[in-house]
């Protein structure tokens, strides 16, 4: 018997061989009786009086047991002499042969038309048959149900959020009333920003239950619903200047790639607050590299599926404004109609700190006045309570963004509220821009968020091939050479924002893009400048350096290689301890890395960032001073130095004295 033939259920059925190549038999009878024999003839023969009485009831029994035995000697041809055994008057189906439905679903996520099995098969025999074939059909669509439902939890709880919507997307085609299946789709939507869509399926789903079962909507989906046409769902509050300029200048949809396990993690702390816990998860990393997108994703996921969730963007200009993060997470509640559950005299305590809150409950009381230092006490209470109202003995997600940002006055609020939220299911999460792994304490960041945080991770750089899976995804269907692929994954190291960015500067003018600089090295044309997303993006590193570190950066970028501290020293004359004070300052900004007592950039962007940020005469001042050092202190025989002193007399247009060392170089490397 030839090994591996499968039947496929789904659809039309069909017998395949090995290869996945469909196998003709002679009629659609003789089909029948080979499905219905690798269902129920697998495990215990079935007489053959059963089979006649099935596939031919309308003909004589000796015309029928003819044909019953012409069809079995037909099913024998493809899958061979000993695939029907006898027994007695009874037959049985054996050997290596699969069906949709002993595989557990594994085929039948490749077909095109789940909600259909076994389609038009009850044609093709008898009454009784057609009987057994509403049977096995109500089977599969339940064996399928329950199977894409098993993926799409597991999927959750692994992070596979693509994998979440794609089970979906099929669970909605087989069963159009599941709850489960319309909120991941609704959530698809509006990680896209498609908010009018959202509304529609989520409309037009409780439209089908009520006219199919009259089931009307439960009040958890019913509150998404109107979350969703108060756009409360997709609103993340301002962003920073450097993203929010980025976003407008780069005019994308967000990308979230290879952040399968940051995401998992996020879902079993999400598991543990449902159960009653307060979790606080603090995320950090390196400006750019996702930490926002990957909380504003979670927050968005957790709403989708019913559950409250706010999203609030601490501001840098905020810092000094009391209660500026407090105020926005009221604005965020303030949206949200179930706050109108809560009792008034606590709506007019947030009003303290959230004057606009009134123009959406113009009927709200007047606060009482009460001391300064008690503010802040009474705004945590009245939170509290609007967190009670909103949640409705549910859990509830409140991320704030940037907590480093966060002024003195939210972090009070905030350290007050976590104190009386110890006992109710809430979820707090931060992202705290941290440019080391290894600076990462989950206690640490408290004075900056009034929290002691109970989890915590660090969201590391993109390996190359997720980074090229985000830049594919970015792209879309625009052809990128691979060479510049590689340049921008070098460039960009892991940073899912600098890969964007370089490739948007790369498509908007490709001749005069960093990664095309980049690629002609010394063949370089004309000068790169580095574009304002690039300026904003690495404005809070380099702002308000000292003159020493600036100087040190210069010559650092001019260099392209790590520099001993001790020619440092001689290239910018002054003392060691001078040297050491700017290599500490740039090195606690993460601009720069001490390797064997020399000094260098950490990744070659933020160099040709310096670098290009130079005006022509600084560069060639920096260049000229490095190759008049290199000229003089190189040993006699050392042809390296010289041809690296050419290389900077060169770009000090110093063309006399680059011909020279280049000469004086060659002759010694010969």
């Not at 105020?327 to 008034?344: F, K, M, N, Y």
Request: charged share 25%; glycine share 6%; net charge negative.
């Amino acid at each position: 018997m030839t090994a591996g033939h499968h039947i496929r259920l789904f659809g039309v059925p069909c017998l395949l061989d090995p290869g996945g190549v469909p196998v003709r038999l002679k009629s659609r009878k003789q089909l029948a009786l080979l499905v219905y024999l690798a269902i129920e003839a697998r495990d215990r023969p079935v007489e053959r009086d059963v089979l006649i009485e099935l596939f031919w009831p309308d003909t004589s029994e000796d015309r029928a047991r003819h044909s019953l035995s012409q069809a079995l000697t037909a099913i024998r041809k493809p899958l061979g002499a000993s695939s029907i055994t006898r027994t007695g008057a009874a037959v049985r189906l054996s050997g290596p042969i699969t069906s949709d439905i002993d595989t557990q679903g594994s085929y039948a996520f490749e077909s095109q038309d789940l909600a259909h099995p076994l389609d038009g098969m009850e044609t093709w025999a008898g009454t009784s048959f057609a009987h057994w074939v509403e049977a096995v059909r109500a089977k599969c669509l339940k064996d399928v149900r329950s199977s894409l439902l098993g993926d799409l939890s597991t999927a959750r709880r692994k992070g596979q959020v693509k994998v979440v919507h794609e089970r979906a997307a099929l669970l909605y085609e087989v069963d159009p009333l599941n709850d489960m299946a319309a909120l991941s789709l609704a959530e698809r939507l509006l990680l896209e920003h498609d908010t009018t869509g959202a509304i529609s399926l989520l409309r037009s789903h409780a439209s089908r239950s009520k006219d199919e079962t009259g089931r009307q909507l439960d009040r958890e989906m019913h509150m998404l619903l109107q979350r969703v046409e108060r756009n409360l769902v997709t609103d993340d509050g301002t962003a920073d200047s450097d993203q929010q300029e980025s976003a407008s200048l780069l005019s994308r949809p967000e990308i979230l790639v290879g952040r399968e396990e940051e995401l998992a993690q996020l879902e079993s702390i999400w598991a543990r607050t449902r159960q009653g816990d307060l979790c606080t998860c603090l995320v950090s990393g390196p400006n750019g590299i996702g930490k926002s997108s990957l909380v504003r994703r979670f927050c968005t996921s957790i709403t989708a599926r019913t559950w409250p969730a706010y999203f609030v963007a601490c501001q840098e200009i905020g810092k000094g404004i009391p209660f500026a993060a407090i105020s926005d997470l009221v604005h965020q509640l303030a949206r949200d109609p179930a706050v109108s559950g809560t009792d008034p005299l606590w709506l007019s305590e947030v009003s303290r700190v959230s004057p606009r809150l009134r123009s959406l409950y113009p009927g709200i009381p007047e606060p009482a006045e009460v001391p300064a230092e008690a503010v802040r006490i009474r705004v945590a209470e009245a939170l509290h309570m609007i967190f009670e109202a909103v949640s409705d003995g549910g859990p509830i997600t409140i991320a704030f963004d940037n907590i480093h940002n966060m002024d003195p006055a939210s972090r009070d609020v905030l350290h007050m509220l976590v104190k009386q939220l110890q006992d109710s299911a809430t979820l707090i999460l931060g992202t705290l821009l941290c440019d080391e792994r290894d600076s990462l304490v989950p206690t640490a960041p408290a004075t900056l968020s009034g929290i002691e945080w109970g989890d915590g991770f660090y969201l590391g750089p993109l390996d190359d091939a997720r980074v090229h899976e985000h830049l594919a995804n970015f792209a879309k269907d625009a052809e990128v050479p691979k060479e510049v692929r590689e340049i921008i994954a070098q460039l960009a190291q892991g940073i899912p924002y600098l890969t964007e960015m370089l490739y948007s500067e790369w498509e908007r003018d490709p001749a005069h893009s960093l990664v095309t600089v980049q690629m002609q090295g010394d063949r370089s044309g004309p000068t790169w400048h580095p574009p304002h997303t690039m300026r904003l993006a690495f404005a809070r590193q380099y702002q308000e350096l000292s003159s020493d570190a600036l100087q040190m950066l210069h010559l650092l970028a001019v260099a392209e290689r790590m520099l001993p501290t001790s020619e440092l020293v001689s290239l910018l004359s002054v003392d060691k301890a001078v040297v050491d004070h700017a290599a500490l300052e740039l090195i606690d900004r993460a601009l720069v890395r001490m390797d064997g007592g020399a000094l260098g950039f950490k990744n070659e962007l933020h160099r040709a960032f310096v670098y290009y940020a130079m005006s022509e005469d600084a560069q060639a001042f920096d260049h000229s001073r490095l190759a008049q050092t290199l000229a003089a202190s190189r040993e006699a025989d050392d042809f390296q130095r010289a041809l690296e002193a050419s290389h900077h007399f060169a770009k000090a247009r110093m063309i006399d004295d680059a011909v020279t060392a280049v000469c004086a170089g060659a002759d010694l490397a010969v």
